[in-house]
């Protein structure tokens, strides 16, 4: 068969080849190719070879030189809150003076901040901010991303955030999966009256639903957020409606939201700050996979997950962002990688499993992304280094200068290229 493009030259691939979830033990264990050549054909991976690609190409083929630099699948993060209006400088202020998150929350400042900025942007606002986020992203590798709501906590502005993840998906290179988080934290008109925004948030997915503009649905299960039990509610009627669930859970507080996730077949639980040992044991046993968000732990200077436990304990993980305006606020998913190392101690073989075929995993797209396989999408980024480890010690910058999306060079010599 002829490509229509090959990418040659490469120092080393490196990718997942097991079958997700990859779990336990099993997530140290990724293949390497030296000195291998790419084809691909219509946004495919045709073959993955070493030696010589005349017989994969015609006159029309593009030829690509990776100059002798590294190749990984491209990165995948499966925890954002992407779309919102403004930012929180002023709280990073307090948090220095070690006033606390939920404090901040508590004080109708945090999330009900950004909710305040966001109902008033108009769209065009929050989709060229998030656009802008999303070019960082793709710039520094990342290829698919899951974005989420929860900053209008009412159904205009909720929806609108939604139409602004659904429309960058398709008309940015990044493949952009929509979650509704109506359940970020209970808006201040519903302050004294916790139950009747329950039941719009019951309602509101019910709409949100027919109108097909999420697939999947997020609690912030936390204390003086959402308690265990509403949780639940939420989530079980979610289900009804043909959600997938996931939650915010054991962030700050050990409330037990990782037990619910994996009662409920949660597809993640995310953050597990404060998980119990016997619930991350529950989890290896489960097909829920653990969705660690290092980068909020260093930014709160909170304790980080326990992954090194949880490895032990046959858990399936990914590592995620969490790019947030409060909790989180960078787009560097390369800096995200090396917390992952530093702070939750991961190998750099646990890690590239916890950001490509791991999230394509619970994001319901690794049949098609997540690792350089023959027949999935050539999601591809070459990087300036000498090997995987490499990536992870030099922390703080971007080592990827070009990113493929489906076969489509998108970022050329670290720099966005604009389809005309
Ligand atoms: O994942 N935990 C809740 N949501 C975000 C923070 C959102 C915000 O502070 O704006 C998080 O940490
Ligand atoms: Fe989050």
Redesign the pocket.
């Known amino acids: 068969m002829i490509a229509d493009l090959i990418i040659y030259n490469i120092k080393k691939i490196y990718t997942p080849y097991l079958n997700p979830p990859v779990r336990g033990k099993d997530m140290n264990k990724i293949k390497v190719i030296a000195n291998p050549f790419i084809a691909v054909k219509d946004g495919k991976i045709i073959y993955i070879g070493t030696g010589s690609f005349e017989n994969y190409i015609n006159e029309k083929t593009i030829l690509h030189d990776a100059l002798n630099k590294v190749c990984l699948p491209g990165f995948i993060d499966s925890h954002s809150?992407l779309v919102h209006a403004g930012s929180r400088e002023d709280e990073f202020a307090l948090l220095r003076k070690n006033v606390s998150y939920l404090d901040i929350l508590e004080a109708g400042g945090?999330?009900l901040g950004?909710v305040q900025k966001t109902r008033k942007a108009s769209f065009e606002e929050l989709y060229m901010k998030a656009e802008k986020s999303l070019d960082i992203m793709m710039m520094h590798g990342v290829i698919a991303l899951e974005a989420k709501s929860g900053y209008g906590l009412d159904l205009e502005t909720e929806v609108k955030q939604l139409k602004v993840s659904n429309k960058l998906n398709g008309n940015h290179p990044i493949y952009v999966k929509s979650t509704y988080m109506g359940a970020?934290a209970i808006p201040k008109e519903f302050k004294n009256n916790r139950r009747k925004y329950i039941d719009q948030i019951l309602s509101d997915m019910k709409y949100i639903k027919n109108l097909g503009l999420a697939n999947s649905i997020d609690v912030?299960c936390e204390n003086g957020v959402f308690s265990l039990n509403e949780t639940e509610e939420i989530l079980m009627s979610a289900k009804e409606l043909g959600y997938t669930v996931k939650l915010?859970a054991d962030?700050i507080e050990p409330m037990g939201g990782t037990k619910l996730g994996i009662k409920l077949g949660a597809t993640s639980v995310d953050h597990l700050m404060a998980s119990s040992n016997e619930d991350i044991i529950l989890l290896g046993k489960s097909n829920t996979i653990a969705n660690l968000?290092p980068g909020?732990s260093f930014y709160l200077r909170k304790k980080y997950a326990n992954a090194r436990y949880m490895i032990d304990n046959n858990v399936a993980i990914s590592i995620s962002g969490?790019y947030?305006?409060?909790?989180?606020p960078t787009e560097n998913f390369q800096l995200i990688m090396h917390l992952a190392a530093n702070y939750l101690k991961m190998t750099s073989e646990e890690i590239l499993n916890a950001v490509t075929i791991n999230p394509a995993y619970h994001m319901n797209i690794y049949k098609n992304k997540g690792s350089i396989e023959k027949s999935k999408d050539a999601d591809i980024i070459l990087l300036d280094i000498d090997n995987l480890d490499y990536l992870f010690y030099h922390f703080g910058i971007n080592h990827v200068s070009d990113v493929f999306i489906k076969g489509k060079l998108v970022v050329k010599d670290r720099k966005v290229l604009r389809s005309k």
């Open positions: 809150h945090g999330i950004t970020h912030f915010h962030e968000l909020t969490d947030n305006p409060g909790s989180c």
